[in-house]
T-cell receptor
Framework: ETGVTQTPRHLVMGMTNKKSLKCEQH?????MYWYKQSAKKPLELMFV???????ENNSVPSRFSPECPNSSHLFLHLHTLQPEDSALYLC????????????FGDGTRLSIL | QKEVEQNSGPLSVPEGAIASLNCTYS??????FFWYRQYSGKSPELIMS??SNGDKEDGRFTAQLNKASQYVSLLIRDSQPSDSATYLC???????????????WGLGTSLAVNP
């Protein structure tokens, strides 16, 4: 596999469910990101990890819990989500957290019932 | 004022024409700038990165940066129907930790290339 892979591609869950999104990158990058993309809004940065350490939490509600066990894998654990959390969740990676470009996975389309 | 501003469009051009997409930003110390293309239902795909004032060309794409005026643009020559997509401008600004940067995104400009 190459690039950035996200699973699942689609997820429908109730407000009381617990689920996790997974991201894996095969680019040898050291930094990984979670973004939220909603209609008519710019991409919103959620979390940044560099060499497995979290360097940015953009005031994200605690119902979103990231985990980065190594530089190639990133998870987003979800629990007690709200309908307004329905969106496209994108994972990205880059060589570092400086001026390097980011490369995106295909995203997970999340729908909260 | 939004940190990164783009005209939402839609921008409609005939096939073979030049499409011109513009982006302005508010942070004067930003040093790196990116254009991404996003097809409907897909993820953003990097088209160009630019770091210095002036023009940077890659195939049919040219990025132009003017830091004094705080704008960056993307020209697409010989536009094709397959270029129809939303084009996102992203600007790096300083993050919360050390030398880290974070990308600030515009809303995107929708481009339609008509056969």
């Amino acid at each position: 596999e190459t690039g950035v892979t996200q699973t699942p591609r689609h997820l429908v869950m109730g407000m009381t469910n617990k689920k996790s999104l997974k991201c894996e990158q095969h680019l040898g990058h050291n930094a990984m990101y979670w973004y939220k993309q909603s209609a008519k809004k710019p991409l919103e940065l959620m979390f940044v990890y560099n060499f497995k350490e979290q360097t940015e939490n953009n005031s994200v509600p605690s119902r979103f819990s990231p985990e980065c066990p190594n530089s190639s894998h990133l998870f987003l654990h979800l629990h007690t989500l709200q309908p307004e959390d329905s969106a496209l969740y994108l994972c990205a990676s880059s060589t570092g957290t400086g001026d390097q470009p980011q490369h995106f996975g295909d995203g997970t389309r999340l729908s909260i019932l | 004022q939004k940190e990164v501003e783009q005209n939402s469009g839609p921008l409609s051009v005939p096939e073979g024409a030049i499409a011109s997409l513009n982006c302005t930003y508010s942070d004067r110390v930003s040093q790196s700038f990116f254009w991404y293309r996003q097809y409907s239902g897909k993820s953003p795909e990097l088209i160009m990165s630019i770091y210095s004032n002036g023009d940077k060309e890659d195939g049919r794409f040219t990025a132009q940066l003017n830091k004094a005026s705080q704008y960056v643009s993307l020209l697409i020559r010989d536009s094709q129907p397959s270029d129809s997509a939303t084009y996102l401008c992203a600007v790096n600004k300083r993050g919360n930790a050390g030398n880290n940067r974070k990308l600030i995104w515009g809303l995107g400009t929708s481009l339609a290339v008509n056969p």
